[in-house]
Nanobody, 124 residues
Framework: QVQLVESGGGEVPPGGSLRLSCTTS????????IVWVRQAPGKEREGLSC????????KYEDRKNSRFTVSRDGAKNTMYLQMNNLKREDTGIYYC?????????????????WGQGTQVTVSP
């Protein structure tokens, strides 16, 4: 099944942290790659990471920002995006989705399913 729910966004000052959640099914978490992207107001979609679970551990295929770290909670069927040292330019709507794997992942996102996302606002 390809169905995900994002949560955990909010408003924080520069330098603050947030942990976003991407809740899906056990099957999706164990058998597909998880992708995080964001879209700032008036800007293009930006890919953040593509990762997958191998023997219970997160494996990165690609990670674009060293301040953002992916982790997982198998009991909750959830992949997290821990965001530290947030900057104003990190403001935007954050989404997760899945792909069969991480090959050419950003170019393949046009065929992915998207939910409502979760808003991250870094201010003032």
């Amino acid at each position: 099944q390809v169905q995900l729910v994002e949560s955990g966004g909010g408003e924080v000052p520069p330098g603050g942290s947030l942990r976003l959640s991407c809740t899906t099914s056990r099957f999706v978490l164990d058998n597909r790659a998880i992708v995080w992207v964001r879209q700032a107001p008036g800007k293009e979609r930006e890919g953040l990471s593509c990762a997958y679970i191998m023997q219970g551990e997160v494996k990165y295929e690609d990670r674009k920002n060293s301040r953002f770290t992916v982790s997982r909670d198998g009991a909750k069927n959830t992949m997290y995006l821990q965001m530290n040292n947030l900057k104003r330019e990190d403001t935007g709507i954050y989404y997760c989705t899945t792909l069969p794997d991480c090959g050419n992942w950003f170019a393949r996102l046009s065929g992915a399913l998207w939910g409502q996302g979760t808003q991250v606002t870094v201010s003032p």
